[in-house]
């Protein structure tokens, strides 16, 4: 197998850290997004999309997903288990992981993206180029403490996010909030639910890579 990875994004960490603790050893080959090296021809020809990560296989499918990644590790190498057993273990841990995604990922990335003086004309990923839109970063920046909020919820009645045990929702969620330093937003103090579960991922070796 073969890793296209980038050292400084959350999406990619994300494949870094469910690798890791699946144990495994890939081949890892690192596209710096400041460099714009997965616009270049040689990259493209991989990926038309743009984007990292990228997973292929020993047999030559190109994942180029977290999900899609993940499902196919998980698949491949059972243990340890990272996306539930039971067919309501599955369904919460792809909940969890969406409503992440969605609820945090996301306004992360369009505070981000749509204020970074670097990221100007590179609102969106891909190939194609979009303008900036503050009034997203404003929007994305209130969606964020929102999250905090849904976070310490959740938190306040579970261990971890999805089930009883560190799953794949954690790997995403820890990264997604961890990267919000990039906008200035960190877990609330008063988020002590929140805030032990942060210090617990961060603990794992996985969470250093």
């Not at 990619?12 to 080959?29: H, N, S, V, Y």
């Not at 937003?185 to 617990?200: C, G, V, Y």
Request: net charge negative.
């Amino acid at each position: 197998m073969l890793f296209y990875d980038c050292s400084t994004a959350p999406n990619p960490r994300r494949a870094r850290m469910f690798i890791a603790e699946k144990g495994l050893t890939i081949e890892t080959r690192d596209i710096s997004i400041a460099k714009s090296e997965q616009l270049t021809p040689e990259f493209l020809a991989i990926n038309p999309r743009a984007t990292v990560p990228v997973l292929v296989t020993d047999s030559g499918a190109i994942l180029t997903e977290n999900l899609g990644i993940a499902a196919y590790l998980e698949a491949a190498f059972p243990e340890p288990p990272l996306m539930g057993q039971t067919p309501e273990e599955k369904g919460a841990v792809m909940m969890w992981n969406a409503t992440v995604e969605q609820q945090g990922g996301w306004p992360i990335a369009e505070a981000l993206r749509n204020t970074n003086p670097h990221m100007k004309d590179r609102a969106i990923p891909g190939q194609a180029n979009f303008e900036q839109i503050p009034a997203l970063a404003e929007r994305g920046l209130a969606r964020v403490d929102l999250f905090f909020d849904l976070l310490e919820a959740r938190l306040k009645e579970s261990r971890f996010l999805a089930l009883d045990q560190f799953t794949l929702a954690d790997i995403t969620c820890f990264v997604f909030v961890d990267f919000a330093r990039v906008i200035r937003r960190r877990i609330p103090e008063s988020n002590q639910a929140t805030l032990a579960w942060f210090e617990a991922i961060k603990s794992r070796p996985s969470a250093t890579l």
